[in-house]
């Protein structure tokens, strides 16, 4: 090849290597911007952490809002059955509720909401704490400012949704721990894999029981669970089967009865309280849930107050007598013992 040829065909490579390598840099410049304005825990990652959780799909922002939305209606229904308890006063409607609950759906901080509730479910299923610096560095990041604007929202939304409290354990360094509304061993029977908790679908269940006078037909119970996006026939995206877990698990879970109407035919079906749930939670504390609700107190609700504070008197005089029991055995097996003995010579 003449000189010349190769001359020029040396200086062609050279460009092209010269593209690469700038083609190169451009590439790592643009990964490294891309890397530090993106979130560390980016909407996307969460529905990828809950979809890895056992029986658990990613909510959206929509379906989670109508759940809550449901939620309020539990008192909504069960007043506009009653019909005479307060016959002068306004009863809120399943529509004052949705607009109640439409702030958790829409405005810019909406996203970082639901971040942080499967950020904070995540924590809650692999039992780890997390601190608000961990909140602020992986879901919060540029709206660290409306820090407890959002850890409000998404607290009311592990609540309604979840039946999950959020506690701060160490006030110096900021700890949180998701707690079950109900004992520690719930999700243990329930969900042995600890996925995503049922209690708040428990918790609005026990409600409507409680609310109708301690026994609610089964069709009274999936009326209000319609109205929160859970049908009997159709897989929910936190609860599964919903008619299996309602009629089977928490039957067989002891914290609901389900038997059939007297002499009803063809056959129906009523729910009441198990006895796991008369042990684990008490009708105050299922009120002061359905209370939290309408954003008011149990105090408001007069009729299912009085029972609830009637319910705690008696769960108080039964703990004082089986205290009582207790002492008395004690004493009763300490005479024993001393009567045993024998006499000093």
Not at 192 to 199: A, F, S, Y
Not at 336 to 344: F, K, N, V
């Amino acid at each position: 090849m003449p000189r010349g040829q190769k001359s020029k065909q040396r200086a062609r490579e050279k460009r092209r290597q010269a593209r690469g390598q700038q083609e190169s840099v451009e590439h790592a410049q643009a990964t490294v911007v891309e890397e530090e304005e993106s979130p560390s825990f980016s909407a996307s990652n969460t529905e990828d952490v809950i979809e890895e959780l056992p029986g658990a799909a990613a909510p959206s922002n929509e379906q989670e809002p109508e759940m809550a939305t449901g939620a309020a209606a539990v008192v909504s229904y069960a007043r506009s059955k009653e019909g005479t308890n307060n016959p002068g006063r306004e009863r809120p409607s399943a529509s004052q509720a949705r607009a109640a609950m439409k702030h958790l759906q829409s405005g810019p901080l909406a996203e970082r909401v639901a971040m942080l509730v499967h950020y904070l479910l995540y924590k809650y299923q692999v039992r780890e704490s997390v601190t608000k610096a961990d909140m602020l560095k992986n879901v919060i990041q540029m709206y660290k400012h409306h820090f407890p604007e959002i850890l409000k929202k998404a607290s009311e939304r592990l609540e309604l949704v979840f039946g999950l409290d959020i506690k701060e354990v160490d006030p110096n360094r900021s700890i949180y721990v998701l707690v079950n509304k109900l004992e520690p061993n719930y999700n243990a029977r329930v969900t042995d894999n600890r996925g995503v908790p049922k209690t708040g679908l428990l918790m609005i269940i026990l409600g409507v029981i409680f609310t109708k006078g301690n026994c609610a037909t089964e069709e009274q119970v999936w009326e209000v669970l319609n109205m929160m996006g859970v049908y009997e026939d159709s897989i929910h995206f936190i609860f599964g089967d919903p008619k299996k877990l309602v009629t089977e698990d928490l039957v067989q879970d002891r914290y609901l009865e389900y038997r059939q109407v007297p002499d009803s035919d063809p056959p129906r079906y009523e729910l009441l309280w198990g006895p796991r749930s008369y042990a684990e939670t008490s009708k105050m504390r299922v009120l002061e849930f359905l209370a939290k609700i309408h954003d008011t107190v149990p105090s408001a609700f007069p009729v299912w107050y009085e029972e609830a504070l009637q319910d705690e008197e008696e769960r108080a005089q039964a703990r004082v007598a089986a205290r009582a029991r207790i002492s008395a055995l004690a004493r009763a097996r300490s005479k024993a013992l001393t009567s045993s003995l024998p006499c000093p010579k």
